[in-house]
């Protein structure tokens, strides 16, 4: 097709909305969606085990609808398995909390499909292959992950399996092996990529009906959800739990259509594409710990954003450039880049013109200790870092000022990748994602970004100063709102400390 007929054809998806028809058509899955991890016929009468990881969720998964059709076309039974590790990516109590109880509350919408659970608990490269030799398992499922240590899992579990091993692209609307084959360069040359495949991939999800009854030998445990969720709390107290965001699928799609969700409160979507840079209004759509957890399938959010478009163009073509293509670009480049996390996956210009300014006089500097308790001589960067310290969510256009002044007051680059990596991974609730490790390269190392006029410290790496915040928003209001959320934070923490583990159900 010529680049006319697929940019036609990629706005005309983006006007129609999901495709029906595209949906029946293909049963359940787009086979393009799954990738074989071990290769081999679907055989036998052993149940299909979906090896849940990324994809939290029972509505809207693509890799829970292949297991299930994979299951079905045999008439064997599924069951979803998830394993809980006790430590990953510095996570703590609110991160971990969410997930717990997000994953408590999906249980019983899997067994109203006759869908059992099992939590395992330990190394997922020994509990995982042992459940599907244990149940006799004739196929692993599993939803795809862009990140090292996902993918560190993924392979070994595929080596110790017996039979095949499919892996199914539940997060992104154009799987990332079909968006592109390659690391890509920056937005604007995914985005067309992306755009032209829409129509095949941004198709309605099927319903997930009950399935065969379970007769396997072996059952899932029970699960005691308050001993485990009073175990996560204590191990990682350090980071205590958020209460704005409710954790769980259904909150999930308030916050998205409910009343006062993002696309339901008519008011928050319309100022979207205006008012996104201005952390002293609510335009944001808050869904990034749903989307980082997988409670929301960022194709949901899509799909109904797309209804949305006939009264509200702008707000919703913004949208849809931050929820598909730029976070699908962060996908991009996890998988293609192993070491996204380190300088020297920068390109060339970046690193070379960082190194010539590695001597650079840096007017301030600060030590770790001084950057997580937000004591700087920033107001407005103090402020940013204790809305994530407080409230688990900086706003997004600060996380882009907050990362670029630590480059400016640390003693290296490398320092400052480590520091902003670390607060980020530590404190937000959407931490440890992608988009994460892909925010703070761009705002040190300018991946997916250009060269910008030269100057001291980052060389040609895009500059930001407090001079231009002040010339967007209100910078008084909003260091005043954090102080406001701190002290409400810090008069509710004995009370819900003494709340116990099942408060939130
Ligand atoms: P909205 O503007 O409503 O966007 C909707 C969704 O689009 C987001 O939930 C997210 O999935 C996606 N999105 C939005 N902006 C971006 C972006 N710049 N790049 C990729 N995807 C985007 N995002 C995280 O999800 N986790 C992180 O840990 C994270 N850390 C960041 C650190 C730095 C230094 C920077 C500069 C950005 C970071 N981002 C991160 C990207 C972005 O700031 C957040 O996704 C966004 O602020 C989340 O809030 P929201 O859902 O209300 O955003």
């Known amino acids: 097709m010529s680049a006319d007929g697929d940019k036609r054809k990629a706005a005309e998806a983006l006007e129609a909305g999901p495709s029906k028809k595209a949906a029946t058509k293909l049963l359940a899955v787009n086979p393009r969606r799954m990738h074989e991890l071990r290769k081999g016929a679907v055989e036998g009468e052993g149940p299909v085990i979906y090896w849940m990881s990324r994809d939290q969720r029972v509505r809207d998964n693509w890799a829970l609808l292949h297991a299930a059709a994979e299951a079905s076309k045999r008439g064997v039974p599924v069951a979803v398995a998830f394993n809980l590790v006790t430590q990953y990516l510095g996570a703590g109590a609110r991160q971990f909390g969410f997930m717990v109880r997000g994953l408590r509350l999906m249980q019983p919408k899997l067994e109203a499909l006759n869908i059992p ?152 979507l319309s100022y979207y594409h205006e008012k996104r840079n201005d952390p002293t209004i609510d335009a944001l759509s808050n869904l990034s710990p749903y989307l980082h957890f997988g409670q929301l399938s960022p194709q949901r959010a899509a799909i109904e954003a797309v209804r949305k478009k006939a009264s509200n163009k702008a707000a919703v073509e913004g949208f849809l450039e931050e929820l598909i293509v730029r976070r699908e670009l962060a996908d991009n480049y996890c998988y293609y880049v192993p070491n996204y996390d380190s300088l020297d996956a920068a390109y060339d210009w970046a690193r070379n013109s960082l190194d010539a300014h590695r001597a650079d006089k840096r007017e301030h500097l600060y030590t770790k200790e001084q950057f997580e308790k937000g004591l700087t001589h920033d107001k407005l960067w103090n402020a940013a870092q204790l809305e994530m310290v407080h409230a688990g969510k900086m706003h997004g256009f600060l996380r882009m000022y907050w990362a670029k002044k630590i480059l400016e007051w640390t003693e290296s680059p490398e320092e400052a990748l480590e520091v902003s990596i670390w607060l980020n991974d530590k404190y937000e609730l959407d931490g440890r994602d992608p988009n994460g490790y892909v925010g703070c390269m761009w705002s040190v190392a300018g991946i997916h970004d250009q060269g910008w006029a030269e100057r001291a410290v980052f060389g040609k790496i895009r500059y930001m100063n407090y001079a231009g915040c002040k010339r967007k928003f209100d910078v008084d209001k909003y260091v005043a709102r954090i102080a406001a959320l701190v002290r409400d934070v810090q008069a509710a923490a004995p009370a819900s400390a003494a709340a116990g583990a099942d408060k939130k159900k």
């Not at 199914?168 to 040359?189: G, I, L, M, Q």
């Not at 899932?220 to 308050?226: G, N």
Request: with cysteine; glycine share 6%; aromatic share 8%.
């Open 117 to 268: 659970f099992f939590l395992l608990k330990g190394d997922p490269v020994e509990t995982v292959p042992q459940l599907v030799k244990d149940t006799g398992a004739s196929l692993l499922v599993t939803d795809f992950a862009s990140l090292r240590l996902g993918r560190q899992w993924r392979d070994a579990v595929a080596a110790k399996l017996e039979v095949p091993f499919h892996e199914v692209d539940a997060h992104n609307v154009v799987p990332a092996w079909v968006a592109s084959e390659k690391r890509e360069y920056a937005a604007r040359t995914i985005r067309p990529k992306i755009h032209s495949k829409l129509p095949e991939f941004l198709t309605d999800y099927p319903e997930l009906a009950p399935q065969a009854a379970w007769t396997c030998a072996v059952n899932p445990e029970a699960v005691d959800w308050d001993a485990l969720i009073a175990e996560v709390l204590e191990r990682g107290k350090e980071v205590p739990e958020v209460k704005w965001c409710s954790p769980g699928e259904d909150a999930a799609m308030e916050a998205l259509l409910g009343e006062k969700g993002f696309l339901g409160s008519k008011a928050r």
